[in-house]
């Protein structure tokens, strides 16, 4: 069976507790995606763009220290972070065959 672009496989989940220290929920998944964009444009957070779950999860991000507290105003993200985004968004979304 194929696996589709943005899913939550067991290889996705085991890099995210490689790489984070933790399984990331399908939550997560769906929201780096914008973190990453954001990271590399805007650089904040839209309140328009975000829900209460998604800044639930913003909120832990910043308590584990994956990014900094004032993300409306300045989204910072740590460079392991960012590496962790890119390879989760790598084996998620690009290499799905």
Same mark, same amino acid.
């Given at each position: 069976? *194929? +696996?589709?672009?943005?899913?939550?496989?067991?290889? /996705?989940?085991?890099?995210? *507790?490689? $790489?984070?220290?933790?399984? %990331?929920?399908?939550?997560?998944?769906? $929201?780096?995606?914008? &973190?990453?964009?954001?990271?590399? =444009?805007? +650089?904040?957070?839209?309140?328009? *763009? /975000? @829900?209460?779950?998604?800044?639930? %999860?913003?909120?832990?991000? &910043?308590?584990?220290?994956?990014?900094?507290?004032?993300?409306?105003?300045? $989204? @910072? &993200?740590?460079? =392991?972070?960012? @590496?962790? $985004?890119?390879? !989760?968004?790598?084996?998620?979304?690009?290499? !799905? @065959?």
């Amino acid at each position: 069976m *194929k +696996q589709g672009r943005g899913q939550l496989t067991r290889r /996705v989940a085991d890099k995210s *507790k490689e $790489l984070l220290g933790y399984e %990331i929920t399908l939550s997560e998944l769906r $929201l780096m995606p914008y &973190v990453h964009y954001l990271t590399m =444009n805007e +650089q904040k957070v839209s309140h328009h *763009k /975000v @829900n209460e779950d998604e800044i639930k %999860i913003l909120d832990m991000w &910043v308590t584990k220290e994956f990014i900094g507290g004032d993300y409306f105003t300045k $989204l @910072n &993200v740590t460079k =392991n972070f960012y @590496n962790a $985004l890119c390879e !989760i968004l790598y084996l998620s979304y690009v290499d !799905i @065959n």
